[in-house]
């Protein structure tokens, strides 16, 4: 029976994270370890509403009232069970996920006593889950039938363990040298080590899935190959279609690369790889960098230029600063709201400047960008499309040796892949499928970012495990895989 008036006696309380000068100092993660009593104590706010609205705004369903529960009475084992019933990869969203389940929370109701830390709660159930040694599920009797799983991002990953767990023969392809996505190779390790992608791929090669990393499909394999040999393939590519700006002023200055390209080379450097030839390592040490873009990826190339030792960064943002709290007339609880995050990188250092556009880039007379035109600006929406009124008189320049464009995602990749399966993306970029997952090719399937556009992780791995459970019907099992999302599901917001 869960205490009821835990949240009366203990406030809402997060784990320390490290002093900022020693993080700089290095790639590992920012959090400290939070410590049993801190997250039994949290984890003892939780009342068990009885209408759990963090259940409906977590896109797996986490059982978020029995997991605390389980926790507060230190049965840690049994709280595994109950996060894993649910989530294939805790170690994943319990650092990365932006947690809507916390905002959606009884006891973040305005004016309330803010959220049980739930993201934290979950954190240490698999810190301490990896610490027992993950346990490979038993062999399951083998279907006969045969899947290709294309990308070894969440999303696929997520799809790969449930249909071995189905009994299906497994494998994932990866054009990469290593598994896991943007996991990998997007994100850094001051976020997430990759230590917990190989101790939980250990656990899905344990399990029986066969990985197949450097292998491009639709290049380095045919897609005829492909459908030769497996009853049914689930293309999990990502949404890795970088948008850029070619026709800006000055694009083609040294200087100015993708944040994708950047993160990538970082990522690869701190794991001791060479960098690869799409992606070249260009350290930010002693530039003054301009990151233009708000979201995750910028965050992530200011963490990034921080740790490279960069002599300033500036944040460029195009929409106005968000409110400090929800604006219940525009987003009331319990959905999402619009709000200025500030993440562990943004108490690093470097400044944010919101409601300004980037009008030219300056060369240095020698092929090299020197400095961004900047002006402020207004955004609107007209018949859905973004307009930008720059301001008159505003115009100024921002000194600028590197200049990383983190602007989105255009979608998943066209090429080879899709067109030997005769797919076309749709206006956003994205592929279609039907309420089964199955895109117009019967037996080809589509899951995470391919399928939703550029997300969250923790959407990922719910359409990775929704995908599999309908490729399991389609292969005629009668398992009953569970399914959290439905291809059409979208996040608990007002808009
Ligand atoms: C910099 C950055 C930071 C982020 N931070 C967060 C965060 O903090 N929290 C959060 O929840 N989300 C975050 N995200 C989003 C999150 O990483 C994605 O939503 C998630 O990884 C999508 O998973 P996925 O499996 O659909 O695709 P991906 O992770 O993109 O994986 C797709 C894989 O498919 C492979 N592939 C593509 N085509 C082929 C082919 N033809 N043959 C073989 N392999 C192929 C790719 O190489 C890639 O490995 C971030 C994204 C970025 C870019
Ligand atoms: S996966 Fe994300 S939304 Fe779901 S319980 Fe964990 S932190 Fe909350």
Known sequence: MPDPTGFLRHERRTPARRPVPVRLSDWREVYLDAGEHLIREQAGRCMDCGVPFCH??????????????LVRTSAWAEAADALHATNNFPEFTGR?????????????????????TIKQVELEIINRGFAAGLTPSGPAPYTGRRVAVIGSGPAGLAAAQQLVRAGHAVTVFERDDALGGLVRYGIPDFKLEKRWIDGRLEQLGAEGVQFRTGVNVGVGMSVAELRTGFDAVLLATGALAARDVPNAPGRELAGIQLAMTHLVAANRAVAGLQAAADCPDVSAEGKHVVIIGGGDTAADCLGV?????????????????PPGERDESRDPWPTWPWLLRTYPAHEEGGERRFAVTVQSFLADGRGAVRAVRIANATVSHVNGARVMAPHAGTERELAADLVLLAIGFEGTEPGPLLDGFGLTRNAR???????DWQTTVPGVFVAGDAHRGASLVVWAIAEGRSAAAAIDAYLGSTTRLPAPVTPTDRPLTAA
């Open 305 to 321: 230029a921080h740790r490279q030792r960069a002599a300033s960064v500036v944040q460029l943002d195009l929409y106005p600063t």
């Open 96 to 116: 990365l996920c932006p947690a809507p389940c916390e905002s959606a929370c009884v006891l973040a109701i305005p004016g309330g006593p803010g959220a049980v």
């Open 429 to 435: 970029g994205t592929l279609d499928c039907g309420p």
């Open 56 to 69: 409906q705004a977590c896109p797996l369903g986490n059982r978020i009232p029995d997991w605390n529960e």
